[in-house]
T-cell receptor, first 116, second 115 residues
Framework: ETGVTQTPRHLVMGMTNKKSLKCEQH?????MYWYKQSAKKPLELMFV???????ENNSVPSRFSPECPNSSHLFLHLHTLQPEDSALYLC???????????????FGQGTRLTVV | GESVGLHLPTLSVQEGDNSIINCAYS??????FIWYKQESGKGPQFIID?????DKRQGQRVTVLLNKTVKHLSLQIAATQPGDSAVYFC??????????????FGQGTILTVHP
């Protein structure tokens, strides 16, 4: 266990559904991230939060809506997704926004999302 | 656009051998590099990182080498074990500015270790 917990582990949703992914970190970190991992594609950064403030929105469609109510929790709200949004969604945290040596990011196990 | 890529998508080795996983990067402004390991069903796990003012950094059984001249990064695993079987990603970043947290990942190399 890395100290970053994601729920649910698996999610199947229809294109008209609304669902949320949850991430919780128990490491006292100040930065949290959402990544998307699709088959045969590199990891793609979606959002970055530092001290509960969004500092990066990497051209992500508005059907993905992040929320960071406190430094320990991060949500990704999903609505009207498309089948191509099916992927592994990974949450990560780090002590601070990645700046240099030994400021590593700890990843959760991910939520395997399937949009039908 | 700029990208990070891997020379070999798969690597098979015998237990006890040394493994070398390679990575090419194209953004000459990148100054921070990380190697991650991802086992099946798990998220990526940090292995080791290196800054551009270094050309070598060693960890426990792993060594990262950086050749800025040819923009090449490698991960060496000594005495490879079956538990090392995983997908290995390199990632690059530019420290400071507005690129914080914006790691660019390669596609990954699948390492398979045979007993």
């Amino acid at each position: 266990e890395t100290g970053v917990t994601q729920t649910p582990r698996h999610l199947v949703m229809g294109m008209t559904n609304k669902k949320s992914l949850k991430c919780e970190q128990h490491l006292g970190h100040n930065a949290m991230y959402w990544y998307k991992q699709s088959a045969k594609k590199p990891l793609e950064l979606m959002f970055v939060y530092s001290l509960e403030e969004r500092v990066e929105n990497n051209s992500v469609p508005s059907r993905f809506s992040p929320e960071c109510p406190n430094s320990s929790h991060l949500f990704l709200h999903l609505h009207t997704l498309q089948p191509e949004d099916s992927a592994l969604y990974l949450c990560a945290s780090s002590q601070t926004i990645l700046q240099g040596l030994d400021t590593e990011a700890f990843f959760g196990q991910g939520t395997r999302l399937t949009v039908v | 656009g700029e990208s990070v890529g891997l020379h070999l998508p798969t690597l098979s080795v015998q237990e006890g051998d040394n493994s070398i996983i390679n990575c090419a990067y194209s953004n000459s402004a990148s100054d921070y590099f990380i190697w991650y390991k991802q086992e099946s069903g798990k998220g990526p796990q940090f292995i080791i990182d290196i800054r551009s003012n270094m050309d070598k950094r060693q960890g426990q059984r792993v060594t990262v080498l950086l050749n800025k001249t040819v923009k090449h990064l490698s991960l060496q695993i000594a005495a490879t074990q079956p538990g090392d079987s995983a997908v290995y990603f390199c990632a690059e970043n530019i420290l400071g500015g507005t690129s914080y947290g914006k790691l660019t990942f390669g596609q990954g190399t699948i390492l398979t270790v045979h007993p």
